[in-house]
Protein backbone atom coordinates (compact mmCIF):
# COMPACT_ATOMS: atom_id res chain seq x y z
CA UNK A 1 0.00 0.00 0.00
CA UNK A 2 2.74 2.12 1.39
CA UNK A 3 4.29 1.31 -2.11
CA UNK A 4 1.57 2.48 -4.02
CA UNK A 5 0.91 5.95 -2.54
CA UNK A 6 4.40 6.25 -3.46
CA UNK A 7 3.80 5.87 -7.17
CA UNK A 8 0.50 7.67 -6.73
CA UNK A 9 2.48 10.78 -5.62
CA UNK A 10 5.79 10.07 -8.12
CA UNK A 11 2.68 9.76 -11.09
CA UNK A 12 1.28 13.00 -9.40
CA UNK A 13 4.43 14.69 -9.51
CA UNK A 14 4.96 13.86 -13.10
CA UNK A 15 2.12 14.20 -14.69
CA UNK A 16 0.65 17.47 -13.02
CA UNK A 17 2.96 19.34 -10.99
CA UNK A 18 6.26 19.30 -12.86
CA UNK A 19 4.60 20.08 -15.93
CA UNK A 20 3.18 23.15 -13.82
CA UNK A 21 6.30 24.44 -13.13
CA UNK A 22 7.90 24.56 -16.32
CA UNK A 23 4.78 26.44 -17.62
CA UNK A 24 5.37 28.59 -14.89
CA UNK A 25 8.57 29.44 -16.30
CA UNK A 26 7.58 29.82 -19.23
CA UNK A 27 4.95 32.35 -18.47
CA UNK A 28 7.57 34.06 -16.92
CA UNK A 29 9.58 34.33 -19.62
CA UNK A 30 7.18 35.28 -22.05
CA UNK A 31 5.90 38.01 -19.36
CA UNK A 32 9.72 39.71 -19.35
CA UNK A 33 10.15 40.18 -23.52
CA UNK A 34 7.91 42.67 -23.48
CA UNK A 35 9.57 44.59 -20.43
CA UNK A 36 12.82 43.89 -22.26
CA UNK A 37 11.44 45.75 -25.40
CA UNK A 38 10.11 48.29 -23.25
CA UNK A 39 13.43 49.37 -21.10
CA UNK A 40 15.48 49.09 -25.21
CA UNK A 41 12.18 51.40 -26.33
CA UNK A 42 13.29 53.55 -23.23
CA UNK A 43 16.77 53.81 -24.07
CA UNK A 44 16.25 54.55 -27.59
CA UNK A 45 14.03 57.39 -26.43
CA UNK A 46 16.03 58.88 -23.63
CA UNK A 47 19.77 58.16 -24.43
CA UNK A 48 22.10 58.53 -21.71
CA UNK A 49 24.92 60.94 -22.72
CA UNK A 50 28.37 61.71 -21.00
CA UNK A 51 29.11 65.18 -21.96
CA UNK A 52 32.81 64.98 -21.05
CA UNK A 53 33.99 68.10 -22.51
CA UNK A 54 30.77 70.43 -22.55
CA UNK A 55 28.86 69.42 -19.80
CA UNK A 56 28.20 72.93 -18.49
CA UNK A 57 28.14 76.60 -19.93
CA UNK A 58 28.55 79.84 -18.73
CA UNK A 59 24.83 81.54 -19.27
CA UNK A 60 25.17 85.47 -18.95
CA UNK A 61 22.27 87.20 -17.98
CA UNK A 62 22.46 90.39 -19.36
CA UNK A 63 19.89 92.92 -17.73
CA UNK A 64 21.85 91.30 -13.77
CA UNK A 65 24.92 91.19 -15.12
CA UNK A 66 25.12 87.54 -13.30
CA UNK A 67 27.35 84.73 -15.20
CA UNK A 68 25.50 81.60 -14.09
CA UNK A 69 27.38 77.84 -14.68
CA UNK A 70 24.51 75.78 -15.64
CA UNK A 71 23.97 72.47 -17.34
CA UNK A 72 23.82 72.09 -21.20
CA UNK A 73 20.92 70.40 -21.26
CA UNK A 74 19.07 72.19 -18.75
CA UNK A 75 19.93 75.41 -20.35
CA UNK A 76 18.80 74.09 -23.95
CA UNK A 77 14.77 73.54 -21.98
CA UNK A 78 15.24 77.09 -21.17
CA UNK A 79 16.06 78.49 -24.89
CA UNK A 80 13.96 75.97 -27.19
CA UNK A 81 10.96 77.16 -25.09
CA UNK A 82 11.71 80.70 -25.79
CA UNK A 83 12.56 80.24 -29.64
CA UNK A 84 9.86 77.66 -30.71
CA UNK A 85 6.02 77.45 -30.08
CA UNK A 86 5.52 74.41 -27.85
CA UNK A 87 2.58 73.35 -29.78
CA UNK A 88 4.49 72.81 -33.32
CA UNK A 89 5.53 68.75 -34.32
CA UNK A 90 8.13 66.95 -31.95
CA UNK A 91 10.88 66.46 -34.73
CA UNK A 92 10.58 70.05 -35.27
CA UNK A 93 10.92 70.90 -31.38
CA UNK A 94 13.54 68.07 -31.86
CA UNK A 95 15.45 69.83 -34.68
CA UNK A 96 15.24 73.41 -32.93
CA UNK A 97 17.01 71.71 -29.78
CA UNK A 98 19.91 70.47 -31.56
CA UNK A 99 20.05 73.34 -33.58
CA UNK A 100 20.31 75.60 -30.41
CA UNK A 101 22.66 73.15 -28.82
CA UNK A 102 24.93 73.59 -31.96
CA UNK A 103 24.87 77.30 -31.59
CA UNK A 104 25.37 77.19 -27.85
CA UNK A 105 28.66 75.36 -28.50
CA UNK A 106 29.75 77.48 -31.49
CA UNK A 107 28.72 80.27 -29.07
CA UNK A 108 31.41 78.90 -26.54
CA UNK A 109 34.00 78.08 -29.41
CA UNK A 110 33.63 81.85 -30.63
CA UNK A 111 32.78 83.65 -27.20
CA UNK A 112 31.34 87.33 -27.96
CA UNK A 113 31.61 87.75 -23.83
CA UNK A 114 34.38 87.90 -21.70
CA UNK A 115 33.22 85.69 -18.78
CA UNK A 116 30.70 83.83 -20.52
CA UNK A 117 30.33 81.51 -23.50
CA UNK A 118 26.28 83.20 -23.94
CA UNK A 119 24.45 85.25 -23.20
CA UNK A 120 20.18 84.93 -22.33
CA UNK A 121 19.93 88.72 -24.92
CA UNK A 122 17.98 87.02 -28.73
CA UNK A 123 19.42 90.20 -30.56
CA UNK A 124 22.88 89.24 -28.91
CA UNK A 125 23.25 85.28 -28.78
CA UNK A 126 20.25 83.09 -28.15
CA UNK A 127 17.18 83.42 -26.46
CA UNK A 128 16.79 82.42 -22.84
CA UNK A 129 13.33 82.62 -20.83
CA UNK A 130 13.16 81.43 -17.05
CA UNK A 131 10.82 78.69 -15.94
CA UNK A 132 8.27 80.96 -14.33
CA UNK A 133 8.14 83.10 -16.71
CA UNK A 134 7.70 81.11 -19.40
CA UNK A 135 4.90 79.01 -18.00
CA UNK A 136 2.87 82.32 -16.82
CA UNK A 137 2.84 82.51 -20.81
CA UNK A 138 1.14 79.75 -21.37
CA UNK A 139 -2.66 78.78 -20.79
CA UNK A 140 -2.58 77.09 -17.19
CA UNK A 141 -4.06 73.41 -18.26
CA UNK A 142 -1.05 73.46 -20.68
CA UNK A 143 1.81 74.27 -18.51
CA UNK A 144 2.61 70.90 -17.46
CA UNK A 145 2.58 69.44 -20.82
CA UNK A 146 4.63 71.66 -22.73
CA UNK A 147 7.38 72.27 -20.27
CA UNK A 148 7.87 68.35 -20.52
CA UNK A 149 7.25 68.11 -24.32
CA UNK A 150 10.44 70.45 -24.40
CA UNK A 151 11.95 68.39 -21.63
CA UNK A 152 11.55 65.31 -24.05
CA UNK A 153 12.83 67.37 -27.21
CA UNK A 154 16.07 68.21 -25.63
CA UNK A 155 16.67 64.48 -24.11
CA UNK A 156 15.70 62.53 -26.95
CA UNK A 157 18.65 64.69 -28.55
CA UNK A 158 20.97 64.92 -25.82
CA UNK A 159 24.30 65.39 -27.18
CA UNK A 160 23.61 66.04 -30.06
CA UNK A 161 24.95 68.47 -32.87
CA UNK A 162 25.49 69.61 -36.67
CA UNK A 163 28.79 69.55 -38.21
CA UNK A 164 30.32 70.60 -41.24
CA UNK A 165 33.84 69.17 -41.87
CA UNK A 166 33.66 67.97 -38.58
CA UNK A 167 33.40 71.62 -36.83
CA UNK A 168 29.58 72.78 -35.25
CA UNK A 169 28.01 75.05 -37.76
CA UNK A 170 26.67 78.30 -37.40
CA UNK A 171 23.38 77.51 -36.82
CA UNK A 172 21.14 80.36 -38.44
CA UNK A 173 17.47 79.87 -38.27
CA UNK A 174 14.27 82.64 -38.72
CA UNK A 175 10.38 81.95 -38.25
CA UNK A 176 9.28 81.64 -42.11
CA UNK A 177 11.23 81.31 -45.33
CA UNK A 178 8.11 82.33 -47.58
CA UNK A 179 8.93 78.92 -49.01
CA UNK A 180 12.40 79.59 -50.19
CA UNK A 181 15.72 80.31 -47.73
CA UNK A 182 18.24 82.67 -48.42
CA UNK A 183 22.14 82.68 -48.16
CA UNK A 184 23.78 84.47 -46.13
CA UNK A 185 26.05 86.88 -48.35
CA UNK A 186 23.07 88.70 -49.47
CA UNK A 187 21.93 89.67 -45.93
CA UNK A 188 24.81 90.18 -44.08
CA UNK A 189 27.80 90.02 -46.87
CA UNK A 190 31.09 88.07 -46.48
CA UNK A 191 31.66 85.14 -47.68
CA UNK A 192 28.98 82.57 -46.74
CA UNK A 193 29.13 79.48 -45.68
CA UNK A 194 29.12 76.32 -47.91
CA UNK A 195 26.12 74.78 -45.65
CA UNK A 196 23.85 77.49 -46.09
CA UNK A 197 22.17 77.18 -49.85
CA UNK A 198 19.16 78.33 -51.00
CA UNK A 199 16.69 75.39 -50.70
CA UNK A 200 12.82 75.31 -51.37
CA UNK A 201 10.11 74.04 -48.63
CA UNK A 202 6.28 72.87 -48.98
CA UNK A 203 3.61 73.91 -46.60
CA UNK A 204 4.58 76.80 -45.47
CA UNK A 205 2.13 79.16 -46.23
CA UNK A 206 -0.77 77.66 -44.15
CA UNK A 207 1.28 79.51 -40.83
CA UNK A 208 0.19 83.35 -40.01
CA UNK A 209 4.05 84.19 -40.65
CA UNK A 210 3.71 83.55 -44.13
CA UNK A 211 1.92 86.37 -45.79
CA UNK A 212 1.87 90.06 -44.20
CA UNK A 213 1.11 93.48 -46.08
CA UNK A 214 2.32 97.42 -45.40
CA UNK A 215 1.14 100.26 -46.68
CA UNK A 216 2.54 103.72 -46.10
CA UNK A 217 1.11 107.12 -47.30
CA UNK A 218 3.74 108.60 -49.73
CA UNK A 219 4.38 110.94 -46.94
CA UNK A 220 5.39 107.97 -44.34
CA UNK A 221 7.65 106.87 -47.23
CA UNK A 222 9.43 110.15 -47.70
CA UNK A 223 9.45 110.43 -43.75
CA UNK A 224 11.08 107.06 -42.88
CA UNK A 225 13.70 107.33 -46.16
CA UNK A 226 14.57 110.66 -44.90
CA UNK A 227 16.26 108.76 -41.41
CA UNK A 228 18.52 107.58 -43.60
CA UNK A 229 18.90 109.94 -46.81
CA UNK A 230 17.93 113.36 -45.74
CA UNK A 231 18.14 114.29 -49.57
CA UNK A 232 15.59 112.10 -50.50
CA UNK A 233 13.16 113.11 -53.40
CA UNK A 234 10.65 111.19 -55.31
CA UNK A 235 8.15 112.25 -58.06
CA UNK A 236 5.37 109.34 -57.47
CA UNK A 237 3.84 110.55 -60.43
CA UNK A 238 6.89 108.75 -62.43
CA UNK A 239 6.37 104.71 -62.65
CA UNK A 240 10.22 104.78 -62.80
CA UNK A 241 11.29 106.50 -59.56
CA UNK A 242 9.67 103.37 -56.93
CA UNK A 243 10.90 100.12 -58.49
CA UNK A 244 12.56 96.89 -57.86
CA UNK A 245 16.11 96.91 -59.50
CA UNK A 246 17.64 93.29 -58.97
CA UNK A 247 16.40 90.00 -57.28
CA UNK A 248 18.66 87.54 -55.12
CA UNK A 249 19.09 83.91 -56.03
CA UNK A 250 16.23 82.96 -53.87
CA UNK A 251 13.45 85.60 -55.34
CA UNK A 252 14.12 88.27 -52.71
CA UNK A 253 14.76 91.97 -53.25
CA UNK A 254 18.24 92.62 -53.81
CA UNK A 255 18.12 96.63 -55.03
CA UNK A 256 15.48 98.57 -54.82
CA UNK A 257 15.23 102.40 -56.16
CA UNK A 258 13.35 105.28 -54.25
CA UNK A 259 13.84 108.77 -56.41
CA UNK A 260 17.57 109.36 -56.11
CA UNK A 261 18.27 106.42 -54.47
CA UNK A 262 18.88 102.71 -54.76
CA UNK A 263 18.59 100.41 -51.34
CA UNK A 264 19.51 97.25 -50.81
CA UNK A 265 16.53 95.10 -49.62
CA UNK A 266 17.72 94.64 -46.38
CA UNK A 267 17.90 98.12 -45.53
CA UNK A 268 14.13 99.07 -47.32
CA UNK A 269 13.10 96.31 -44.99
CA UNK A 270 14.63 97.84 -41.43
CA UNK A 271 13.19 101.16 -43.11
CA UNK A 272 10.06 100.18 -43.86
CA UNK A 273 9.22 97.78 -41.29
CA UNK A 274 8.53 94.73 -43.29
CA UNK A 275 8.83 91.34 -42.34
CA UNK A 276 11.45 90.21 -44.57
CA UNK A 277 12.93 91.09 -47.79
CA UNK A 278 10.58 88.91 -50.37
CA UNK A 279 8.28 91.71 -51.09
CA UNK A 280 6.72 93.38 -54.25
CA UNK A 281 5.88 97.03 -54.67
CA UNK A 282 2.27 98.73 -55.63
CA UNK A 283 1.95 101.88 -56.25
CA UNK A 284 -1.56 103.03 -55.21
CA UNK A 285 -3.34 106.88 -55.05
CA UNK A 286 -1.32 108.87 -52.83
CA UNK A 287 0.41 105.59 -51.23
CA UNK A 288 2.70 102.24 -51.06
CA UNK A 289 1.85 98.67 -51.18
CA UNK A 290 4.13 96.13 -49.77
CA UNK A 291 3.16 92.52 -50.00
CA UNK A 292 5.72 90.53 -48.06
CA UNK A 293 6.11 87.22 -47.92
CA UNK A 294 7.76 85.25 -44.93
CA UNK A 295 9.08 86.92 -41.88
CA UNK A 296 13.11 86.79 -40.95
CA UNK A 297 16.10 86.70 -42.31
CA UNK A 298 15.53 83.57 -44.24
CA UNK A 299 19.33 81.55 -43.34
CA UNK A 300 18.81 78.53 -42.66
CA UNK A 301 15.86 76.81 -40.94
CA UNK A 302 12.80 77.86 -41.38
CA UNK A 303 10.83 76.88 -38.28
CA UNK A 304 7.14 77.00 -39.96
CA UNK A 305 9.07 75.01 -42.19
CA UNK A 306 10.62 72.68 -40.01
CA UNK A 307 7.11 72.23 -38.35
CA UNK A 308 5.41 71.16 -42.04
CA UNK A 309 7.75 68.87 -42.74
CA UNK A 310 7.01 67.52 -39.41
CA UNK A 311 3.79 67.45 -40.45
CA UNK A 312 4.55 65.57 -43.70
CA UNK A 313 6.54 63.10 -41.82
CA UNK A 314 10.00 63.82 -41.81
CA UNK A 315 12.25 63.41 -38.53
CA UNK A 316 14.36 66.00 -37.04
CA UNK A 317 17.36 64.92 -38.92
CA UNK A 318 15.71 65.13 -42.56
CA UNK A 319 14.34 68.62 -41.45
CA UNK A 320 18.08 69.49 -40.33
CA UNK A 321 19.67 67.47 -43.52
CA UNK A 322 17.62 69.81 -45.66
CA UNK A 323 17.82 73.47 -44.59
CA UNK A 324 22.23 72.67 -43.91
CA UNK A 325 23.46 71.22 -47.12
CA UNK A 326 25.85 68.43 -46.26
CA UNK A 327 26.17 68.91 -42.31
CA UNK A 328 26.54 65.71 -40.18
CA UNK A 329 25.00 64.85 -37.07
CA UNK A 330 27.63 64.22 -34.49
CA UNK A 331 27.86 63.97 -31.16
CA UNK A 332 29.93 66.64 -29.06
CA UNK A 333 32.48 64.62 -27.85
CA UNK A 334 33.38 63.49 -30.93
CA UNK A 335 34.61 67.15 -32.22
ZN1 LIG B 1 25.48 87.74 -26.16
Same mark, same amino acid.
Given at each position: ?10 ? *? ?53 ? *? ?116 ? *?? *? ?8 ? $? ?34 ? $? ?102
Amino acid at each position: MKKFLLYFFAF *VFICFLLPALFTKQNIKVADSEPQEEQQNEEIILEPKYDYKKYGTIKLLHKETGE *VEEVEIDSYLYHVVSAEMPADYELEALKAQAIVARTYTIYKALHPKHENADICDDSTCCQAWVSKKERLSRWEEDKRESNWQKIEQCVNQTKGKIITYNKEPINAFFHANSGGTTEIP *VN *VWGGSGYDYL $QVVETAGEEGYSQYASEVELSNDEIINKLKTKYDDI $QINFENNEDIKILEYTESNRVKTVKFGNHELSGVEARTIFGLKSTNFSIEKQENKVKFTVKGYGHGVGMSQTGADAMAKQGKNCEDIINHFYVGVEIQEINSI
